[in-house]
């Protein structure tokens, strides 16, 4: 659909995402620029559209830096003359002195469709914050946590199995030879002349 051997090998692995997404873009999946938070788009790998063609001032950004074009805008063209693709990649700068610099790197895109005269905004995150996963160590060491969760989350989690694993197999009690007893005969006690003091 797109043309892209012209691009760098780093445009080309941008464009990608771009292209693994460009289905998604609908009026559902768009976005406000005035609703974007600076979580919505340093989530490492994450991906999301925004309404018009947006600048890098008017991203969200902390204060401290703002977000810094390092290269020339790039533009491409679907094989049809329907949709123009003009993108760029930002990171941080920083602007005032005494902060540490976040380390984020995103991918701009303005989609134009040239029919309709419609804009639209991709921002691809490259590089941001990852968020952390559970591994299965530490899956074990929360297993104490198992009597305040319902069991399908327990299942979910692993940890029903865990300890049918982990402890010995169950024991099974034989109750063949036992005697039936009787309960104890009751014993009436006249407390009325008791005195506690």
């Excluded at 609908?26 to 406000?32: L, V």
């Excluded at 290269?71 to 491409?76: D, E, L, R, S, Y």
């Excluded at 760029?88 to 303005?110: D, E």
Aim: some cysteine; charged content about 20%.
């Amino acid at each position: 659909m797109f043309s892209i051997h012209k691009l760098t090998s780093e445009e080309q692995r941008a464009f990608h995402k771009f292209e693994q997404h460009y289905n998604l873009c609908s009026e559902q999946t768009i976005i406000s620029p005035r609703h974007t938070t600076l979580n919505m788009i340093i989530n490492e790998g994450k991906s999301i559209y925004l309404n018009g063609h947006v600048t890098p001032p008017q991203l969200p950004r902390e204060s401290g830096w703002k977000w810094s074009q390092t290269q020339a805008k790039t533009t491409v063209h679907d094989s049809l003359g329907t949709f123009e693709v003009c993108f760029f990649k930002l990171n941080t700068r920083r602007t005032t002195g005494g902060i540490k610099l976040p380390r984020y790197k995103i991918w701009v895109f303005h989609i134009t469709n040239v029919i309709y005269n419609c804009n639209n905004t991709f921002i691809w995150c490259e590089k941001g914050i990852t968020q952390p996963t559970l591994d299965s160590k530490l899956l074990e060491d929360l297993s104490f946590l198992e009597p305040f969760v319902s069991q399908n989350i327990a299942e979910e989690l692993g940890w029903i199995n865990q300890k049918k694993t982990s402890n010995s197999s169950p024991v099974s009690f034989d109750f063949s030879n036992a005697k039936h007893q009787s309960p104890p005969e009751t014993v009436l006690v006249d407390c009325s002349n008791l005195s506690m003091f």
